[in-house]
């Protein structure tokens, strides 16, 4: 599926790998940076930090939408950061658009678990 794309593209611990997966006109709000990434050098940036934890994820729940060339995934993942064992949970959403004939990441929302912050 297109999280297995971004996934696989996590394992490679290439930020520009995994910056490549987004849209030309982006919008990222990852879990553990407080700054949006609208752009390329942003998300590519922000994923130089991120797979320093050599993250992997697998999804948990998911509610998927979709039309002719987008497509929306929403739900809760899990990651395992493989330089520490940690297992992080986090709610998600990725809006992908069908861009120059490949999937790509418009949108991703992610957001810690709400009930492990109070």
């Not at 394992?11 to 790998?17: E, M, R, S």
């Not at 709000?29 to 050599?54: C, E, M, W």
Request: aromatic share 12%; glycine share 6%; with cysteine.
């Amino acid at each position: 599926g297109l999280f297995s794309l971004w996934n696989d593209a996590l394992a490679t611990l290439d930020p520009d790998t995994v910056a490549k997966r987004y849209s030309k006109k982006p919008c990222l709000l990852p879990t553990v940076s407080d700054t949006p990434r609208d752009d390329y050098d942003k998300i590519r940036a922000y994923f130089v930090d991120f797979l320093q934890k050599k993250p992997q994820g697998k999804i948990l729940e998911s509610w998927v939408t979709s039309g002719p060339d987008w497509c929306m995934d929403d739900g809760i993942y899990e990651f395992t950061m493989g330089a520490t064992g940690d297992v992080v949970k986090a709610r998600y959403s990725f809006v992908y658009t069908l861009e120059d004939g490949e999937w790509k990441i418009a949108h991703h929302h992610s957001s810690q678990m709400p009930e492990e912050i109070v």
